[in-house]
């Protein structure tokens, strides 16, 4: 086993088992942040310029059409402030579209509604059929593996492309941005990279008491080469291209909409928030918020010395978090005992399953290649 280190420039440590340091102590993180991110990075006039250029490609593919692009709203500080992104700087008419797993907090409902409202834009709501969800979490939870998440993330990002296709809307807007998501998560903590249908259906098929049913499921390959290349369909960053500063845009969302912050990053999600605050570190090892707390030091919003503070202690109290394991327990159908096994079990990777992580790495590598994706991706 390797001696502990951690970043001397951000917080990202050996608990990411393949980092790499150089002889200044900085992390593999730092020195991409340095000279991948930050040389492509523009939120002055260029990027002004370029979001300019963005805004009139947008509308004149959706000339004549109700909508000419959709947002996934999740409640959450990126997708709620590009959508107010969208319409009141770039003039856009964007479907919002927010996918209900069954788990929203009750802050995330009301700031859906506070935007929603605010920017007087229509709202689609998609409720997943909640035995389908269950189904599936409990697949997942069953297979022993880091990656918990992908259960939802599949169900919001197929269900936006099944959106975007049945309104022929050919740009999807991303709260996905550098200035709070530059360190990318590796995909040893959950950070799987896509979704992998072949995962899914290989897990379901173990774990699983149904087939995947009408549950929402688009392989990544069908959204990243049929739907963008044979489609038309563009995926667009608008955050990317404006000063984009997290207690900058919480207070403004705030004044405008009375928009409520959260106390951390996913908090939208009650299923997320004990998963990366409870089950993950105290499971695995892992703790998301390194990543996090790391993308805000790179781009000066925390110190280091704040980061580290913050990371020495749970994010959430112990009662809370007990009364969380409970509730998820109850959501789940099963006992407390029930989770309790599954806690305790032994940890396993995505690699134990069928995949094709291989196929889909040699795409991410293309992507470094062109120029299209700047975080690292190993």
């Known amino acids: 086993m390797r001696d502990y280190q951690i970043c001397t420039k951000t917080i990202m440590d050996t608990s990411d088992p393949r980092i790499e340091f150089n002889e200044l102590g900085e992390s593999e993180y730092y020195l991409n942040y340095i000279n991948q991110i930050v040389p492509n990075w523009h939120t002055d006039q260029r990027g002004h310029d370029e979001l300019k250029l963005m805004?009139?490609?947008?509308?004149?593919?959706?000339?004549?059409?109700?909508?000419?692009?959709?947002?996934?709203?999740?409640?959450?500080l990126d997708s709620s402030y590009v959508a107010y992104i969208a319409k009141e700087l770039m003039g856009l008419r964007p479907l919002l579209l927010h996918v209900d797993a069954g788990w929203n907090t009750e802050q995330a409902v009301s700031?859906?509604?506070?935007?929603?409202?605010?920017?007087?834009l229509d709202l689609y709501t998609e409720v997943i059929d909640w035995e389908k969800m269950k189904n599936v979490q409990l697949a997942f939870l069953k297979s022993q593996i880091p990656d918990q998440d992908l259960p939802q993330d599949a169900a919001f990002f197929s269900s936006l492309y099944k959106f975007a296709n049945q309104y022929h809307i050919k740009s999807i807007i991303t709260g996905a941005n550098y200035s709070t998501e530059c360190c990318r998560e590796p995909e040893e903590w959950g950070g799987y990279p896509g979704i992998d249908t072949t995962l899914f259906h290989d897990i379901l098929s173990k774990f699983g008491n149904k087939g995947i049913g009408t549950f929402p499921l688009v392989d990544i390959f069908k959204y990243k080469i049929w739907?963008?290349?044979?489609?038309?369909?563009?995926?667009?960053?608008?955050?990317?291209?404006?000063?984009?500063?997290?207690?900058e845009a919480e207070a403004l969302l705030n004044q405008k909409y009375g928009w409520e912050p959260y106390q951390h990053k996913h908090h939208e999600s009650r299923f997320t928030r004990f998963y990366e605050d409870y089950w993950m570190p105290r499971k695995f090892g892992f703790e998301k918020r390194r990543a996090h707390f790391s993308s805000l030091i790179l781009t000066g919003q925390m110190t280091?010395?704040?980061?580290?503070?913050?990371?020495s202690k749970p994010e959430m109290d112990e009662k809370f978090l007990n009364q969380e394991f409970e509730y998820v327990a109850n959501k789940l159908?099963?006992?407390?005992?029930?989770?309790?096994?599954?806690?305790?079990?032994?940890?396993?990777?995505?690699s134990e399953y069928k995949n094709k992580i291989d196929m889909i790495k040699i795409g991410a590598r293309l992507m470094k290649i062109l120029g299209i994706e700047k975080r690292l991706f190993r």
């Open 304 to 311: 280091r010395e704040e980061a580290l503070e913050r990371i």
């Open 111 to 120: 700031n859906i509604e506070k935007i929603v409202n605010g920017l007087k």
């Open 227 to 247: 739907d963008r290349y044979i489609n038309g369909m563009q995926v667009v960053k608008p955050l990317n291209l404006v000063p984009y500063i997290k207690k």
């Open 55 to 76: 805004a009139e490609r947008i509308k004149k593919q959706g000339k004549g059409k109700d909508f000419d692009c959709i947002i996934g709203l999740s409640g959450g």
């Open 333 to 350: 159908g099963l006992s407390l005992e029930e989770l309790q096994d599954i806690f305790h079990g032994p940890n396993r990777t995505f």
